[in-house]
């Protein structure tokens, strides 16, 4: 079974199939006070609410009289809107901003099953906001294992994966047959059906599974009102070992570490033992104000409160109010909003197929860097350059066609490959095909590639190439953008201006929501119908995004990202003068750090960071040789000490052992 939602939403859900777990939701934060004091939250080198000009324009300064106005200006016209703006909502009913009550026979397009505003799910959320709201699959959450067996209890599945949205459980199941397809030894598959194949994607061999009939699936199924409820609830299935639930109902798409965690606070997790880490993963970059910060919190609980959910046919204020903030805040002048990475880079990738289609361009050609990282999506998983995450998706040898690889940083490569792809073979161009670049989609610093910044003389000449050959440089911003470089984006260290760039992660503060930034002429190129999402820009999400946007603006926390990242590379580096046999190069921006594992350092990234974990401290592998080091932008200069002191702890052990 395919679903949609992730980890950090699972609460929420529970709360449809009648337990009292947990999730969130969001508000307006116009004119929200900050209550916790910045003291309080870091150390004393952020400025306190107001004592500094940030470099950032709050939300709450920018004029948002209008919605309709701000959607006309800022927001990417993907969808034909009926010019209503809903404020509230309560069972099915809606209210718009003049007060006027609508019945509601859209519900989202058929996503708020309980209606607007239904008590259960609204505490449900408020109180997994304030408990542990989003941590990385490198890990166990009872929640996750809870819904899992719920929905497998509940079905004919044995084991769910899950995702944020129809768009990307559709993704993962059409992945999930071409990987069956080739544990099958099939090379060119044309069917995608899914039986019961739980185990492709750990390619295991399903033959000989028993097939189900029909009438064994639905012949049980009791006409509607003919009983209480057919359906087992969350509360009563056996829920004690949160690691066996995941063993027998979660599909093993992650290799997990042994940890179960149930709350969290600011840098610090907690798990079911009571043991507290330090984390410096965040989520995987995604927690940037940390856990259970209260005006993420609030503003998720307010809105839950209010309206967390309505269809794209409408407006909704909370959706123009971030487009704004965030065109205010870059050079984009639109916005468009979706659920992940992999989804706003997936809508890059269309808008440069558009655009290029647009130039009479046939066979366009985005080209993206080796090594890179763009999302698990088969567009985007292509355009991800590193082979091992093709092996088994492919189709004739091929993932989907129009991508084209480029060494990063390679100024040479990358100029020569531009000349060979503008040069359309000649017996394609007898039957009018035209081939060009239509893209250079690049990381301003590869994460998951190792944690390498890009160079300004790299950038600079894809943005030179792109003018010269009417092709869109798009830069994904998706790990490194929203503060976590030191600048608000990662482009804005190199001194370029992309015309397309994309968001997610720490852009909800672990809330999913993605958005694809867009300026000039690739602002124009989407029209109604184009392209879209149904939870896209949703209140709730919204909201989050208005709270982390507001937190950045007021707390300047560009500053705290600056010194802590200062701070965190000058104590990495004096460690790997201690152990020069085992640690090398650290590099990096802000707080997106990494330090290399020597090749002779007997020892992976990866096994380093489990020897940190045993001392309290979470990190995160990116590749084989890098340790990669990602707390939440709020982190204090006394918790980033700690963490290198725990760190070195593990560094001294292994290498004394190692002796």
Request: aromatic share 6%; proline share 4%.
């Given at each position: 079974m395919m679903l949609v939602q992730k980890s950090s939403v699972l609460a929420a859900l529970f709360a449809l199939s009648g337990s009292s777990c947990n999730a969130f939701s969001s508000t307006s934060i116009q004119n929200r006070v900050l209550a916790t004091s910045t003291t309080d939250l870091q150390s004393t080198t952020i400025p306190a609410v107001g004592s500094v000009t940030s470099s950032l324009t709050p939300p709450s300064k920018i004029d948002s009289s209008s919605v309709a106005d701000l959607f006309d200006k800022r927001v990417y016209k993907t969808y034909g809107r009926y010019p209503i703006t809903f404020v509230s909502g309560s069972g099915s009913t809606l209210t718009d901003e003049n007060g006027r009550t609508y019945l509601d026979f859209v519900s989202g397009i058929a996503t708020c099953a309980l209606g607007h505003n239904n008590p259960s799910l609204t505490d449900a959320v408020c109180n997994q906001m304030k408990q542990l709201h989003h941590v990385s699959n490198l890990y166990y959450t009872p929640q996750q294992g809870q819904l899992a067996a719920w929905l497998c209890e509940n079905s004919c599945a044995d084991k769910a994966f899950f995702c944020n949205s129809g768009a990307e459980s559709n993704e993962a199941a059409i992945k999930l047959a071409r990987r069956h397809a080739s544990n099958r030894g099939i090379i060119l598959a044309a069917l995608f059906a899914l039986g019961g194949s739980c185990d492709a994607f750990s390619s295991t061999s399903i033959q000989n599974r028993a097939a189900t009939s029909t009438t064994e699936l639905h012949s049980t199924i009791p006409a509607p009102g003919s009983v209480t409820s057919s359906l087992t609830p969350p509360s009563k299935l056996d829920t004690s070992s949160t690691a066996h639930l995941f063993d027998k109902r979660v599909y093993k798409t992650y290799g997990r570490y042994p940890i179960t965690f149930v709350s969290g606070s600011g840098s610090t997790l907690t798990d079911e033992n009571g043991r507290t880490y330090l984390d410096f993963v965040a989520g995987i970059a995604t927690c940037a104000l940390g856990?259970?910060?209260?005006?993420?919190?609030?503003?998720?609980?307010?809105?839950?409160?209010?309206?967390?959910?309505?269809?794209?046919?409408?407006?909704?204020?909370?959706?123009?109010?971030?487009?704004?903030?965030?065109?205010?805040?870059?050079?984009?002048?639109?916005?468009?909003?979706?659920?992940?990475?992999?989804?706003?880079?997936?809508?890059?990738?269309?808008?440069?197929?558009?655009?290029?289609?647009?130039?009479?361009?046939?066979?366009?050609?985005?080209?993206?860097?080796?090594?890179?990282?763009?999302?698990?999506?088969?567009?985007?998983?292509?355009?991800?350059?590193?082979?091992?995450?093709?092996?088994?998706?492919?189709?004739?040898?091929?993932?989907?066609?129009?991508?084209?690889?480029?060494?990063?940083?390679?100024?040479?490569?990358?100029?020569?490959?531009?000349?060979?792809?503008?040069?359309?073979?000649?017996?394609?161009?007898?039957?009018?095909?035209?081939?060009?670049?239509?893209?250079?989609?690049?990381?301003?610093?590869?994460?998951?590639?190792?944690?390498?910044?890009?160079?300004?003389?790299?950038?600079?000449?894809?943005?030179?190439?792109?003018?010269?050959?009417?092709?869109?440089?798009?830069?994904?911003?998706?790990?490194?953008?929203?503060?976590?470089?030191?600048?608000?984006?990662?482009?804005?260290?190199?001194?370029?201006?992309?015309?397309?760039?994309?968001?997610?992660?720490?852009?909800?503060?672990?809330?999913?929501?993605?958005?694809?930034?867009?300026?000039?002429?690739?602002?124009?190129?989407?029209?109604?119908?184009?392209?879209?999402?149904?939870?896209?820009?949703?209140?709730?999400?919204?909201?989050?995004?208005?709270?982390?946007?507001?937190?950045?603006?007021?707390?300047?926390?560009?500053?705290?990202?600056?010194?802590?990242?200062?701070?965190?590379?000058?104590?990495?580096?004096?460690?790997?003068?201690?152990?020069?046999?085992?640690?090398?190069?650290?590099?990096?921006?802000?707080?997106?750090?990494?330090?290399?594992?020597?090749?002779?350092?007997?020892?992976?990234?990866?096994?380093?960071?489990?020897?940190?974990?045993?001392?309290?401290?979470?990190?995160?592998?990116?590749?084989?040789?890098?340790?990669?080091?990602?707390?939440?932008?709020?982190?204090?200069?006394?918790?980033?000490?700690?963490?290198?002191?725990?760190?070195?702890?593990?560094?001294?052990?292994?290498?004394?052992?190692?002796?």
């Open positions: 856990h259970n910060n209260p005006s993420l919190t609030e503003a998720v609980c307010d809105q839950m409160k209010t309206l967390h959910h309505v269809s794209n046919l409408y407006y909704t204020p909370q959706q123009g109010q971030l487009a704004a903030w965030l065109c205010e805040n870059s050079c984009a002048d639109k916005a468009f909003f979706c659920n992940s990475g992999a989804e706003s880079n997936e809508a890059a990738i269309k808008l440069a197929r558009r655009h290029a289609s647009n130039r009479g361009i046939t066979d366009p050609v985005i080209i993206t860097a080796e090594q890179s990282f763009h999302g698990r999506t088969l567009a985007t998983v292509t355009a991800t350059a590193q082979p091992k995450y093709h092996k088994g998706f492919t189709y004739g040898g091929e993932m989907v066609r129009g991508f084209q690889y480029t060494p990063y940083n390679n100024l040479e490569a990358l100029k020569k490959l531009v000349d060979e792809i503008n040069i359309t073979p000649e017996e394609d161009a007898k039957v009018g095909r035209k081939r060009g670049v239509a893209a250079i989609l690049l990381e301003p610093l590869q994460g998951e590639g190792g944690i390498i910044p890009g160079t300004r003389e790299f950038f600079e000449l894809a943005r030179k190439l792109c003018d010269e050959n009417g092709a869109l440089l798009m830069c994904d911003e998706v790990q490194v953008g929203m503060g976590r470089s030191g600048s608000l984006w990662g482009h804005e260290q190199l001194g370029v201006e992309p015309d397309v760039f994309t968001s997610a992660k720490a852009l909800g503060g672990g809330v999913p929501i993605g958005a694809m930034m867009a300026r000039g002429e690739a602002a124009e190129v989407f029209g109604p119908g184009d392209h879209a999402s149904t939870y896209g820009g949703n209140p709730l999400a919204c909201a989050a995004g208005l709270a982390v946007a507001e937190y950045l603006s007021e707390h300047d926390i560009l500053a705290n990202v600056q010194a802590r990242g200062e701070q965190l590379a000058e104590k990495l580096a004096d460690i790997a003068s201690r152990y020069p046999s085992v640690l090398g190069e650290v590099r990096g921006w802000g707080l997106l750090r990494g330090v290399v594992i020597k090749e002779d350092a007997g020892c992976t990234a990866a096994e380093l960071v489990g020897d940190a974990m045993e001392e309290g401290l979470l990190l995160v592998a990116a590749g084989p040789s890098v340790v990669r080091f990602v707390p939440p932008l709020v982190v204090k200069e006394s918790e980033v000490e700690e963490a290198l002191s725990r760190f070195e702890k593990a560094i001294a052990k292994r290498v004394g052992a190692s002796q």
